[in-house]
């Protein structure tokens, strides 16, 4: 009776070794499995966090870009403007200039006009007071 006894918790300890053994087996193959699964998910976070800081960083590039595109465009504006007047005061200096000078050989002119005229006068005059003595 005490050997069978024996042998029952012999058998029941190699049972309970065995179920140990593929106890353990099958926690190993648990861990493994969700090692590979947290791995996955960590590369798949690096991945998305990896994707998000690109966009970002593609964000703030473009912003960049249209801030020196803005900032380019206010400065051709301005010089544009800027020569616009330019241009402008020059065209009524050029225009005072001109007015000017065809004031000056306007006045240049009628004196000629003027000193002809009396010239005109003054031959008019002598040939009729001429004519007047020969009558």
Do not use: G
């Amino acid at each position: 009776h005490e050997r069978e006894h024996d042998r029952e918790i012999s058998e029941l300890a190699a049972k309970h070794a065995e179920e140990m053994e593929k106890l353990r087996a099958e926690l190993k193959e648990e861990q493994r499995h969700q090692l590979d699964e947290l791995r996955q998910e960590m590369a798949a976070t690096h991945r998305a966090e990896h994707e998000q800081a690109q966009l970002q960083s593609q964000t703030l590039h473009s912003l960049e870009l249209e801030a020196l595109r803005l900032t380019l465009n206010n400065m051709h504006t301005s010089q544009l403007e800027l020569t616009q007047s330019n241009l402008r005061k020059e065209k009524e200096n050029a225009l005072v200039e001109l007015r000017e000078m065809l004031n000056d050989r306007r006045a240049q002119e009628v004196a000629i006009l003027q000193s002809r005229h009396q010239v005109e006068w003054e031959k008019i005059k002598e040939q009729y007071l001429k004519e007047k003595e020969d009558l």
